[in-house]
């Protein structure tokens, strides 16, 4: 194969494309078409795109020539709506206009419900997550900054390593419970899904 140099399209300067097409649908104002007609003259790059582009609107012009209508378009066309509206009754479009408000009314006042049944879950969990917070903060800050005593939080009757014990529990209930109702709803939303 004997070696031909291949002529590729010419990129035209970036600041000067969209001037370029301004030219050509003739939307520039006379200081501006000046300076691009005199970059045009030493820029062989914008030149060949503004002549590309003048080839291409002629072509196009050439193929989808504008159709124009018959003069009686818009009498015909008004005497189509007019026919099909005249079919139409107040008593008629009074109930349309009853049956589009009832079926709003009805999607309205379900819509409160479904929000908040579908996201009651995530509601709860985001309560259980920040009541878990608030008190592990509570007790971490008690037993930072002041003397901690678990017998104080339990009651009276009960030992120091009991107390110890119903505290880790609770905690640990409390921590169980929490990651349940996540799981819980995280495979919900995951059946709804699949």
């Not at 000067?16 to 007609?37: C, F, K, M, T």
């Not at 930072?144 to 339990?154: E, I, M, N, Y």
Request: charged share 25%; glycine share 6%.
């Amino acid at each position: 194969m004997p070696d031909q140099k291949m002529s590729w399209p010419r990129t035209p300067c970036t600041e000067y494309e969209d001037q370029i097409l301004d030219l050509d649908h003739g939307y520039l104002s006379e200081p501006a078409r000046g300076v691009l007609e005199s970059h045009l003259a030493g820029c062989p790059a914008c030149r060949q795109f503004a002549e590309e582009l003048q080839l291409l609107d002629s072509a196009l012009a050439g193929e989808f020539q504008r159709k124009e209508l018959p003069g009686s378009f818009k009498v015909a066309l008004l005497s189509r709506i007019d026919a099909a509206t005249a079919t139409v009754t107040p008593e008629l479009a009074t109930r349309r206009k009853e049956a589009i408000e009832s079926e709003f009314r009805r999607q309205s006042a379900g819509l409160l419900k479904r929000i908040v049944r579908e996201r009651w879950s995530s509601f709860l969990d985001g309560l259980g997550l920040a009541t878990l917070a608030l008190v592990m903060a509570l007790m971490l800050q008690r037993m930072l900054f002041q003397d901690f005593d678990a017998s104080a939080l339990l009651a009276k009757g009960l030992t120091d390593q009991v107390a110890i014990y119903a505290i880790w529990v609770a905690a640990a209930a409390s921590v169980i419970s929490a990651v349940w109702l996540g799981l819980r709803g995280s495979l919900r939303r995951v059946g709804r899904w699949a």
